[in-house]
């Protein structure tokens, strides 16, 4: 069983920052990769940022040169630091880990935190 508590979701205008965080929790010794994962209203989930146990990232072109994602291994958490946030940033931002187990992946999510870039 794995838990995730994400925090530091809300609203900001556009230009400024935020910063998420994401706790993992659970049987599970460590996740590789972590990352972030955002929903707009109407669009598909889509993945923003990962980082893997050894610290190689890779983000959306999107958010390539704004956005950071770190982790640390030893408390099994992972942030994102937001900054210049734009209007079209604004969606659901979903905390994601996974675990390989006998060469299956499984994945788990967070419950989703709301972030809202207004003009």
């Known amino acids: 069983q794995v838990q995730l508590v994400e925090s530091g979701g809300g609203l900001v205008q556009a230009g400024g920052s935020l910063r998420l965080s994401c706790a993992a929790s659970g049987s599970i010794f460590s996740f590789n990769p972590m990352g972030w994962y955002r929903q707009a209203p109407g669009k598909q989930r889509e993945m923003v940022a990962e980082i893997t146990t050894g610290g190689s990232a890779h983000y959306a072109d999107s958010v390539k040169g704004r956005f950071t994602i770190s982790r640390d291994n030893a408390k099994n958490t992972v942030s994102l630091q937001m900054n210049s946030l734009k209007v079209e940033d604004t969606a659901v931002y979903y905390c994601?880990?996974?675990?390989?187990?006998?060469?299956?992946?499984?994945?788990?999510w967070g419950q989703g935190t709301q972030v809202t870039v207004s003009s």
């Open positions: 994601n880990v996974a675990h390989y187990r006998s060469g299956i992946k499984y994945d788990y």
